[in-house]
């Protein structure tokens, strides 16, 4: 296959692996001279036969493959979608809601940053939330979750991590809105963000950067003492409930199915500062948290309190890592591996190389009675260049992308086990991609039961593909049909996306029920309704009650003094779904989002004497325009 204008392109990437690494006739890597493989030499006849009969359904139980004539891909004016894609924002701090396949975007849920549409930041209940989690400015999401209920989607929450402050944040889904987030503590850079299933138990956040710890100023010169922990958080309360230090950077995690393993990737074993020393190493690792014997440790107090989080030494030095069950198990990989995600099964946790050409099978149920945890490798399939992320079908095939070809690859995960190490037999095909793919999710990829129709990949560059707009770029999610195995994956469709893209989740549109209203009894302000309008006042401080309905407010308007703190809680009391009303008095900086029986509330000083109209912002009836109301303020004495 061919691609237009990527050739000379690609080679300008930075961080391309080295030719030695990624040239198909390479001699062995010194990896494989180090580590034990179980059954690693089920070679020969018996390898070139399964190879021969990758992706046959039929040797997975049956021929579940659908034609792509067969399946709806356009969605007509009126019809729904059969999923929810939630892809991150990246810079711009928000998660994406697409449907599928239709590949429009339904909704944009702001969640680190303010956004005015939603009025979120601009009132005081998630202003407070932004300021109580580090008040900082923006965010960067990358990795949404949704939880589960015995290892399938519940519909109660997304979770999404911020890269670039350290901080978790929780989607109520029957709203789809932003209502909790927690700033991690003795974190820096946290880069995953996954479940610890079958129930959601924890969601960890899984840190990067390397500090010192405690991070107090006392140690700040020598990188041998940094560390990086991961974060296990309590969804019910978003508190940080421990944390455990590792050796290394983390890049990427994901759970088990059975609530034991919690595996992340890891590059920088070398403990360095730089690029150049920080690869200068032929492996790294992959990382596997015995969550049940974490919380023994915590349990038995053997932890140091850090900025009031447990957190629990799992270094590979450290005595909890001694006896017959470490806390942390360190699995030897090809150097800086990038994702690592379980297969449904739960059979095994699969790690992507990055600047290595192969992607690690790790035998999990292997992994807890193996004296050395090396043994519980049981595939290394050579896949091509630049192996990232890694999704699945629940057929038995795994879709890998491939950044520097800018391909997905899609490969037979049973085949790669019984192949020789570095094979290129379980590969079944690969797709062009446009271009240089980082992420991909398939169908409910995440759970036990992926649905095996539909992938994403969400791909860094776009090049040609959309009318220029200057010199930033538009990003390009494209859609892939996966479910006909005989034909082979379809590329169905283009999607320009906003930076910077990273992570998806696919949920069937049936696993969620979002509220068409706001229920009054799920928060925690007062609802004003006619007969609740007040205006109080007591040294110094106004208390608004007010509702809006088309076409108005319930004062036509409002007097306060210079200098006063007012506070408006201000209720929409429409029960007609999608008709929205906002309170908007730009001089103040307030732009209230209400829809139908939500009630916020909004504090401010009224420092300038003068009229201020307050006006409805959302377009609700053909009075629009004389919806308004007068903030008037009169001079202080």
């Keep these: 296959?061919?691609?237009?204008?990527?050739?000379?392109?690609?080679?300008?990437?930075?961080?391309?692996?080295?030719?030695?690494?990624?040239?198909?006739?390479?001699?062995?890597?010194?990896?494989?001279?180090?580590?034990?493989?179980?059954?690693?030499?089920?070679?020969?006849?018996?390898?070139?036969?399964?190879?021969?009969?990758?992706?046959?359904?039929?040797?997975?139980?049956?021929?579940?493959?659908?034609?792509?004539?067969?399946?709806?891909?356009?969605?007509?004016?009126?019809?729904?979608?059969?999923?929810?894609?939630?892809?991150?924002?990246?810079h711009t701090g928000e998660i994406r809601v697409y449907g599928l396949p239709s590949m429009r975007q339904l909704m944009r849920i702001p969640v680190f940053g303010r956004e005015s549409a939603r009025g979120y930041g601009y009132d005081d209940r998630t202003s407070e939330m932004l300021e109580d989690a580090g008040g900082y400015s923006w965010g960067d999401t990358h990795h949404p979750r949704v939880s589960q209920t015995d290892n399938d989607y519940d519909g109660r929450w997304a979770f999404v991590n911020d890269k670039a402050n350290g901080r978790m944040a929780r989607i109520n889904l029957k709203y789809f809105e932003t209502d909790a987030i927690v700033d991690i503590p003795n974190q820096q850079g946290t880069h995953g963000a996954c479940c610890l299933l079958p129930d959601t138990k924890y969601v960890f956040g899984v840190g990067e950067f390397r500090v010192p710890m405690p991070n107090d100023g006392q140690d700040l010169t020598d990188p041998e003492n940094y560390t990086s922990v991961i974060a296990a958080i309590n969804p019910e309360t978003m508190n940080v409930e421990w944390e455990v230090l590792v050796d290394g950077n983390m890049d990427n995690g994901d759970g088990g199915k059975e609530g034991r393993w919690f595996f992340t990737t890891g590059y920088n074993s070398e403990h360095a500062t730089t690029e150049s020393e920080m690869s200068s190493s032929d492996t790294d690792w992959v990382k596997a948290f015995d969550v049940p014997a974490i919380e023994e440790a915590v349990e038995a107090g053997e932890y140091d309190e850090m900025n009031g989080v447990p957190v629990v030494d799992g270094t590979r030095d450290s005595a909890l890592n001694e006896g017959d069950r470490p806390i942390v198990r360190y699995i030897d990989v090809s150097k800086s591996p990038h994702g690592v995600s379980v297969t449904p099964d739960g059979q095994y946790a699969i790690a992507s190389g990055k600047l290595d050409p192969t992607a690690t099978v790790i035998d999990i149920e292997t992994l807890a009675e193996a004296d050395d945890p090396n043994e519980s490798i049981v595939g290394r399939p050579r896949l091509g260049m630049g192996p990232l992320h890694t999704a699945y079908d629940g057929r038995g095939h795994a879709y890998t992308t491939l950044f520097i070809d800018s391909q997905v690859v899609k490969w037979d995960i049973e085949a790669a086990v019984e192949a020789s190490e570095e094979s290129t037999d379980p590969v079944i095909e690969k797709i062009d991609v446009h271009y240089n793919p980082g992420h991909l999710i398939a169908a409910e990829s995440y759970t036990t039961d992926?649905?095996?129709?539909?992938?994403?990949?969400?791909?860094?560059?776009?090049?040609?593909?959309?009318?220029?707009?200057?010199?930033?770029?538009?990003?390009?999610?494209?859609?892939?049909?996966?479910?006909?195995?005989?034909?082979?994956?379809?590329?169905?469709?283009?999607?320009?996306?906003?930076?910077?893209?990273?992570?998806?989740?696919?949920?069937?549109?049936?696993?969620?029920?979002?509220?068409?209203?706001?229920?009054?009894?799920?928060?925690?302000?007062?609802?004003?309704?006619?007969?609740?309008?007040?205006?109080?006042?007591?040294?110094?401080?106004?208390?608004?009650?007010?509702?809006?309905?088309?076409?108005?407010?319930?004062?036509?308007?409002?007097?306060?003094?210079?200098?006063?703190?007012?506070?408006?809680?201000?209720?929409?009391?429409?029960?007609?779904?999608?008709?929205?009303?906002?309170?908007?008095?730009?001089?103040?900086?307030?732009?209230?989002?209400?829809?139908?029986q939500e009630t916020r509330e909004v504090t401010f000083t009224a420092d300038e004497p003068g009229v201020y109209w307050m006006y409805c912002a959302f377009f609700c009836s053909a009075l629009h325009l004389e919806m308004r109301s007068r903030l008037i303020v009169e001079p202080a004495e």
């Excluded at 050739?7 to 961080?15: K, V, Y």
């Excluded at 910077?500 to 609802?527: N, Q, R």
Aim: hydrophobic share 30%; net charge negative; with cysteine.
């Design 1 to 90: 296959m061919t691609r237009p204008n990527d050739s000379d392109d690609r080679s300008t990437e930075t961080n391309s692996p080295t030719e030695s690494t990624l040239d198909a006739d390479s001699e062995r890597d010194p990896l494989f001279d180090r580590i034990p493989r179980r059954d690693f030499m089920k070679a020969g006849a018996a390898t070139g036969a399964m190879a021969s009969m990758a992706g046959c359904t039929g040797l997975l139980g049956g021929d579940d493959s659908v034609a792509l004539e067969d399946v709806k891909t356009d969605v007509k004016p009126g019809e729904h979608d059969d999923y929810y894609a939630f892809l991150s924002g990246g």
């Design 450 to 596: 992926p649905q095996g129709d539909w992938l994403i990949s969400l791909n860094k560059l776009s090049k040609d593909r959309f009318l220029p707009v200057g010199p930033m770029h538009p990003e390009n999610d494209q859609l892939i049909y996966i479910g006909d195995d005989e034909e082979g994956m379809s590329l169905v469709k283009d999607t320009p996306s906003y930076a910077e893209p990273h992570d998806a989740s696919i949920v069937s549109a049936e696993k969620l029920d979002p509220a068409k209203v706001y229920d009054p009894e799920d928060y925690d302000e007062e609802f004003v309704g006619h007969e609740d309008i007040d205006i109080s006042r007591e040294d110094g401080r106004v208390h608004v009650k007010m509702y809006s309905t088309r076409n108005e407010f319930g004062f036509e308007e409002v007097t306060v003094t210079e200098g006063d703190e007012v506070t408006m809680t201000v209720t929409n009391i429409e029960q007609t779904p999608d008709i929205l009303h906002s309170i908007a008095i730009p001089e103040h900086d307030i732009n209230m989002k209400l829809a139908p």
